[in-house]
Each structure stands twice: as structure tokens, then as C-alpha cells.
């Protein structure tokens, strides 16, 4: 069985300072992770993921992922926020060495408010 | 490279009415297919999936169905909505050749009146 748990339903945090949203997670099998990021009335879009290859993994609009197996944690961070990325942001974890196509299990979401 | 649409993207539907969301994909072949309904302030959950035409696989009982009558179309319904009914459809499409990720498309807001 696989789960996440995003540790903050809420982060706030000043334009220019770093963003750092925190995900644990729980895999019977060497797991992928993703994240995810839904700005309102819009569909998810993939920000980043790790399929084992580099811990340390580089995505979009400034964003990157630490997997840290020892902790079972997936971290998502950016160096420094801007207005655009105030949104919801998803954990998500695949254990598809488990079988099923439906492998996918999300987070509950972190909304990310971004001060001016 | 590969696209997913929805549509419609905004319905407004009465109790008791029925429903049809349709999401079809470009740019890939036998994909998986997902529905998901995301309620006001809540995460995702899946509603159905699909490896293959006609092959439908059902998370959550309710009075929803799908059905996959081409490779890439995904079809949500409902004979006889619900006020629970409410909430943003998401169809996805993944699990090709090793992809474990799931690409969303834009969503349905579906409101029942």
C-alpha cells in the first residue's frame, strides 16, 4: 500500500523568499514521485518527478525536489517565490511495481499564498 | 507531442437530469485513461479508469458510469444526477511505456441545481 502526506494544508510566504513545501510518503516498491500544480479552475499540471534516477530533480517555472529515501520524504522548494506561483501544489507517489493502472495516489494539496 | 480536452468546460445541470463529459487524447496510442472528481476544497479522487476499449474499472460505487468506446475517448455519465454530483471532473491519461505520471486535462465544472 502506498500513501502522502503533505504536512502543511497552507504555506504563506513573502514575494522573493524561498518556498518550501513538505511531503512525505509511504511505498511498498521503489516508488515515482511527482508534483503537481493547479492554479484555480484549472486542470493539474506535472511540475516535476522522480523515477530513480538523480535524488535531486529539476522541473519547471524554478521548482525542484529533493527524494530523500531515508526520510521517506519528497520536498518540493523553490529558491525564490513569485506572485505566479500561488496555487494549490499536489504530492503525488506511484508504486507501479505493484500493479494496476490506477497506481497514482495524491496528497490532500498545500495552497501556497504568496504576500506581496 | 500529446493533448487532452474536455469539454464542456462549465455545466450547470438540475437534479435528476442526465450527464455526458467527454475527454479525448492526441498524440498517443492505447493510453490509460482516468476520470477524477475534485470537490470544493477536498483532493482528487478516481471515479473510473481505463486500460482499453471497453475495459472499464470502477474506484468509488455511485451513480456514475463510463465507458470507452474509441482508443482515445473517455465518456463520464450519469442517468439521473445528484446534488453530490458537484465538482470539477479531471480526465487523465498515463501508464504508456513506463510512463507512471498522469497528464491532466483542463476540466469540467459541473454544478447540479
Known amino acids: 500500500a502506498q500513501s502522502v502526506t503533505q504536512l502543511d494544508s497552507h504555506v504563506s510566504v513573502s514575494e522573493g523568499t524561498p518556498v518550501l513545501l513538505r511531503c512525505n510518503y509511504s511505498s511498498s516498491y521503489s516508488p515515482s514521485l511527482f508534483w503537481y500544480v493547479q492554479h484555480p479552475n484549472k486542470g493539474l499540471q506535472l511540475l516535476l518527478k522522480?523515477?530513480?534516477?538523480?535524488?535531486l530533480v529539476k522541473g519547471i517555472n524554478g521548482f525542484e525536489a529533493e527524494f530523500k529515501k531515508s526520510e521517506t520524504s519528497f520536498h518540493l522548494t523553490k529558491p525564490s517565490a513569485h506572485m505566479s506561483d500561488a496555487a494549490e501544489y499536489f504530492c503525488v507517489v506511484s508504486d507501479r511495481g505493484g500493479g494496476g493502472a490506477d497506481g497514482l495516489t495524491f496528497g490532500k494539496g498545500t495552497h501556497l499564498i504568496i504576500q506581496p | 507531442s500529446q493533448t487532452i480536452h474536455q469539454w464542456p468546460a462549465t455545466l450547470v445541470q438540475p437534479v435528476g437530469s442526465p450527464l455526458s463529459l467527454e475527454c479525448t487524447v492526441e498524440g498517443t496510442s492505447n493510453p490509460n485513461l482516468y476520470w477524477y472528481r475534485q470537490a470544493a476544497g477536498r483532493g482528487l479522487q478516481l471515479l473510473f479508469y481505463?486500460?482499453?476499449?471497453?475495459?472499464i474499472s470502477s474506484e468509488v460505487p455511485q451513480n456514475l458510469s463510463a465507458s470507452r468506446p474509441q482508443d482515445r475517448q473517455f465518456i463520464l455519465s450519469s442517468k439521473k444526477l445528484l446534488l453530490s454530483d458537484s465538482g470539477f471532473y479531471l480526465c487523465a491519461w498515463g501508464g504508456t511505456s513506463g510512463i507512471y505520471e498522469q497528464y491532466f486535462g483542463p476540466g469540467t465544472r459541473l454544478t447540479v441545481t
Open positions: 481505463s486500460v482499453g476499449i471497453g475495459q
Open positions: 522522480y523515477t530513480s534516477a538523480a535524488t
